[in-house]
């Protein structure tokens, strides 16, 4: 007989990864790196900052609180965020501009429509501490 798994209820209804991160090589940002950012991305005030805490996203994203700080550290490390009081799981969370942003997804091998005048990087937006 089989026995059912644990039930998580997600209170997020997915995770929104940038295109310009999903061709970031895997060898300098693992997927659930990316997954990570893509938590803080979603749930960015203005564009700019998060207070999402580990613990609340490794709930959403199926991962361990852990997992998630080595992520976090991650991020700061490549200089993708910053945050303060990380000692209490992480709160103040700046989302930085990065070069990664300016790739051009054309001719990189992707099946992916042309950008248009509509399709702005968050740079081109304003929208990204620099």
């Not at 749930?43 to 994203?61: F, I, Y």
């Not at 910053?82 to 000692?87: I, P, Q, R, S, V």
Request: proline share 8%.
């Amino acid at each position: 007989m089989r026995v059912p798994g644990p039930k998580f209820e997600l209170s997020a209804p997915g995770v929104y990864i940038p295109a310009w991160l999903l061709i970031v090589p895997s060898d300098e940002l693992r997927p659930k790196v990316k997954m990570v950012y893509g938590s803080l991305f979603q749930w960015a005030r203005n564009g700019l900052k998060s207070d999402r805490g580990t613990k609340q996203m490794g709930l959403e994203l199926g991962m361990t609180p852990r997992t998630v700080e080595r992520a976090m550290r991650k991020l700061k490390k490549v200089g993708l965020i910053g945050a303060t009081n990380e000692a209490s799981g992480y709160s103040d969370i700046e989302l930085y501009n990065h070069p990664w942003m300016d790739v051009s997804l054309t001719g990189q091998g992707l099946n992916c429509p042309e950008y248009t005048e509509t399709d702005v990087s968050p740079r081109e937006k304003g929208g990204l501490h620099s």
